[in-house]
């Protein structure tokens, strides 16, 4: 499985980005996508996660209610919907993807990905 993410930049405080995630590779219906960030200085979090097909999305607190993950399965593309962008918000974007049916409380496990993307930087600055 390959991952290519894309759509990061710089954006104001207050504004929105979409973030792509292109799966190659996979195949079938299992295995979950996932987002971390990355911000200089600071361990790699979790974000969002989402089966591919099933239950899903969850989130971590601190974008709850701001971001929105989504996923086209024909396209196999996962997207990143993020609004109301703050500052802390900066980091390196990476989407991640486990074909093992972890349960919910450890998708937000970084380890627990066995593919990773190139990561997409995101700032979020005036």
């Known amino acids: 499985v390959q991952l290519q993410a894309s759509g990061g930049g710089l954006v104001q405080p207050g504004g929105s980005l979409r973030l792509s995630c292109a799966a190659s590779?996979?195949?079938?219906?299992?295995?979950?996508v996932g987002w971390f960030r990355q911000a200089p200085g600071k361990a790699r979090e979790f974000v969002a996660a989402?089966?591919?097909?099933?239950?899903?999305?969850y989130y971590a607190d601190s974008v709850k209610g701001r971001f929105t993950l989504s996923r086209d399965t024909a396209k196999n593309t996962a997207f990143l919907q993020m609004n109301s962008l703050k500052p802390e918000d900066t980091a390196t974007y990476f989407c991640?993807?486990?074909?093992?049916?972890?349960?919910?409380?450890?998708?937000?496990?970084?380890?627990?990905?066995?593919?990773w993307g190139q990561g997409t930087l995101v700032t979020v600055s005036s």
């Open positions: 989402m089966r591919w097909m099933g239950s899903g999305p």
């Open positions: 991640a993807y486990t074909s093992t049916n972890w349960i919910v409380s450890a998708l937000r496990d970084d380890f627990r990905y066995d593919y």
């Open positions: 590779g996979r195949s079938g219906s299992s295995g979950t």
